[in-house]
C-alpha cells in the first residue's frame, strides 16, 4: 500500500516560470516530511524539508507547502531553472521509517 | 551537509557471482544506515535496515540470505548480493540518517547482471 503518492509522474515548465510538484499522503501520524532531487544513475540529495507542525518553509528558489488537513505536501520551485530538470521524491516519516513517492520527473524547458 | 560515499557506481557481473557495494559516511559517524533498491520508473523501496554491531533489519520480502548487510564499524556498511541473478538488476542506494530525520543519500550502484 502506497502512503506516500505522487500522481504526476512527469512535468514540463517553461524556464522562468514556477514548476509545483504534488506530493499525497494518507498516514497521519507522518511527522516530517522531505523533498529529494535524483539525477540519472546517481542517489537522491537532501533538498528541503518541513515539520508538521508547520505549514511553509522556504529556502531560496525552493518553497515547500503543507497541507495537513488535505494530506497534502507540494513543492514550489520558482523560478525554475534548466538544471533544475531531475526526478523529485518526496518523502514522509514517522518513528524509524521512511517513505517515499514514485517521484515526478521536472523538465524545465530554456 | 553530511556526505555518503557508495562504491562502486556501476557493476556488471555474470549470473551466479557475488557482488559487494560499499557505504562509508566520510565526515560523520553513522550508526544506522539504510539500504535501498529503485526499479525504472518505481519508488526507492527500503531493503534492510543496517545497525552498527548488530543484525540488519530486513523488509518483508527481501531475502537476508541474497543479500548480505554488514555494518562492521560506524563508518562503514556493506551489501553483498550474492549468487546474483538478471532479476537482481537494479540500482541500489545506501543512505544514513543525520539529525535524526535528515537523510543522506550515497551516489548509488547500478548493477547489471547478465
Known amino acids: 500500500d502506497q502512503q506516500v503518492k505522487q500522481n504526476s509522474p512527469s512535468l514540463s515548465v517553461q524556464e522562468g516560470r514556477i514548476s509545483i510538484l504534488n506530493c499525497d499522503y494518507t498516514?497521519?501520524?507522518?511527522?516530517?516530511f522531505l523533498w529529494y532531487k535524483k539525477y540519472p544513475a546517481e542517489g537522491p540529495t537532501f533538498l528541503i524539508s518541513i515539520s508538521s507542525i508547520k505549514d511553509k518553509n522556504e529556502d531560496g528558489r525552493f518553497t515547500v507547502f503543507l497541507n495537513k488537513s488535505a494530506k497534502h505536501l507540494s513543492l514550489h520551485i520558482v523560478p525554475s531553472q534548466p538544471g533544475d530538470s531531475a526526478v523529485y521524491f518526496c518523502a514522509a516519516y514517522t518513528g524509524n521509517q521512511f517513505y517515499f513517492g514514485t517521484g515526478t520527473s521536472l523538465t524545465v524547458i530554456p | 551537509g553530511a556526505v555518503v560515499s557508495q562504491h562502486p557506481s556501476w557493476v556488471i557481473c555474470k549470473s551466479g557471482t557475488s557482488v559487494k557495494i560499499e557505504c562509508r559516511s566520510l565526515d560523520f559517524q553513522a550508526t544506522t544506515m539504510f539500504w535501498y533498491r529503485q526499479f525504472p520508473k518505481q519508488s526507492l523501496m527500503l531493503m534492510a535496515t543496517s545497525n552498527e554491531g548488530s543484525k540488519a533489519t530486513y523488509e518483508q520480502g527481501v531475502e537476508k540470505d541474497k543479500f548480505l548487510i554488514n555494518h562492521a564499524s560506524l563508518t562503514l556498511s556493506t551489501l553483498t548480493v550474492t549468487s546474483a541473478h538478471p532479476e537482481d538488476s537494479s540500482f541500489y542506494i545506501c543512505?544514513?540518517?543525520?539529525?535524526?530525520?535528515?537523510?543522506?543519500f550515497g551516489s548509488g550502484t547500478q548493477l547489471s547482471v547478465l
Open positions: 498516514n497521519s501520524m507522518f511527522d516530517y
Open positions: 543512505s544514513a540518517r543525520v539529525q535524526n530525520e535528515k537523510l543522506f
